[in-house]
């Protein structure tokens, strides 16, 4: 797998509460109790996952969620309306950037205002966008695999979130 596709389930598990992510300067990733139960196949979760084909070769965007944001969104939300960076809210809710960002592209779907162009650069934007243009909205991967390796999933995310809304 590539890296972006196992942040993907990382930052899913996170969300879940089955890792967790120490605060500080180097902050590392553990399991929790929920973790090793589900792990141990004592608990059973689902995870929030992008659309995913047995061969991990179509990552398709996710469908958005019809009740709106979650607690957690708004919270993320709120501190990014504070002026907080992604790794400051990331350490103030003790997740991962991508977590962060994660929220801030479901704020961005459900019509929250939210700021892309601090995330993603003109340049990158018009390359997504032709990208876009060339592959459509329905699937990640082929977007993904038409970019610069420094374009990430989550980069693609804000400006399929914004072209959708």
């Known amino acids: 797998m590539r890296q972006d596709d196992i942040l993907i389930y ?25 973790g090793n139960r589900v792990m141990r196949e004592q608990e059973q979760i689902e995870l929030a996952l992008p659309q995913v084909t047995h061969d991990q070769s179509h990552i398709t965007a996710p469908v958005p969620k019809e ?15 504070q002026g ?17 960002e994660g929220h801030l592209i479901d704020c961005i779907r459900a019509g929250y205002a939210v700021d892309t162009a601090q995330f993603v650069s003109d340049a990158n934007r018009a390359l997504i966008e032709a990208a ?3 592959h459509g909205t329905a699937k990640l991967k082929p977007l993904h695999d038409s970019l610069p390796e420094t374009i990430s999933y989550n980069m693609i995310r804000f400006v399929v979130a914004e072209h959708l809304r």
Not at 67 to 75: D, L, R, S, Y
Not at 84 to 100: D, K, P
């Open 132 to 134: 876009i243009a060339a």
């Open 10 to 34: 990382i930052d899913a598990l996170i969300r879940a509460r089955c890792l967790r992510v120490s605060p500080g300067e180097y902050p590392t990733v553990s399991i929790t109790d929920l």
């Open 67 to 81: 009740q709106g944001p979650t607690k957690t969104i708004k919270e993320t939300y709120g501190f990014y309306q």
């Open 84 to 100: 907080l960076s992604i790794e400051e809210i990331a350490r103030q809710r003790n997740c991962t950037t991508g977590t962060v």
